[in-house]
């Protein structure tokens, strides 16, 4: 059961660890594996996909963005770490609709306060800020390619059509997000992890 004690207020983890809100010296023991999971489990677009078969979550998202980001700008591996997890706080903060946070001034603040104590548990090192631009172009690409594909009458975005730069990308993340709907949630959690550890232990190249 989450707790509203207001002096110190937790969620649950599926693990049956703790998650603090407020007495963030108590989160020390969080892990990775503690937080992954339920990204399989968050819808994106607030759920409201138009096919009852379609259930696309923010996990997936995380694994198409750190691809996109791998697949067409120059490889940085910090970067594709910070696309990996741009959304991880959401395991513990929820996954609010654009719109709605521009209404909530305090959740933003709150949610920035909660990623940079878990990228910093991660050993995630900070963003630089044309690090941050990347991230939000190839976030904002994907997103895009995820309306058209399973939402009602999207507005996409204002794109020339004739480049081909722009058209070989959104090409490659329509066949990355088929790719990723189609694996199992396990594969898709043991991915993401893995992805994870290669970068603090081993060696990710971009793909070619």
Same mark, same amino acid.
């Given at each position: ?27 020390s ?10 990204l ?11 096919k009852d078969? %379609?259930r696309?979550?923010? #996990?997936?998202?995380?694994? $198409?963005?750190? /691809?996109? +980001? ?12 910070h ?47 044309d690090?941050r631009?990347s ?6 690409l %994907?997103?895009?390619?995820? #309306?058209?594909?399973?939402? $009602?009458?999207? /507005?996409? +975005? ?6 081909m ?21 396990p ?12 970068y603090?232990?081993g ?6």
């Amino acid at each position: 059961m989450d707790s509203i004690n207001q002096n110190s207020p937790y969620i649950k983890l599926s693990t049956g660890k703790r998650y603090y809100f407020t007495e963030l010296s108590r989160n020390s023991g969080v892990e990775l594996i503690d937080l992954v999971p339920a990204l399989f489990k968050i819808n994106r677009f607030t759920g409201h996909t138009y096919k009852d078969d %379609v259930r696309w979550d923010v #996990g997936r998202h995380s694994l $198409v963005v750190y /691809e996109t +980001l791998r697949f067409a700008v120059p490889w940085d591996i910090d970067l594709g770490i910070h696309g990996l997890h741009h959304d991880l706080t959401e395991a513990v903060m929820g996954d609010v609709s654009t719109p709605l946070k521009s209404l909530l001034p305090d959740y933003r603040e709150l949610y920035a306060i909660h990623e940079n104590q878990i990228f910093k548990m991660l050993g995630i090192p900070d963003i630089k800020e044309d690090q941050r631009k990347s991230l939000k172009i190839a976030d904002t690409l %994907v997103g895009d390619v995820e #309306g058209e594909m399973f939402m $009602v009458d999207w /507005e996409p +975005l204002a794109v020339d059509p004739l480049n081909m730069v722009t058209r070989k990308v959104r090409q490659f993340i329509k066949e990355r997000i088929q790719n990723w709907d189609r694996e199992s949630n396990p594969n898709c959690i043991n991915e993401y992890i893995k992805i994870h550890y290669n970068y603090k232990y081993g060696e990710v190249k971009q793909i070619a």
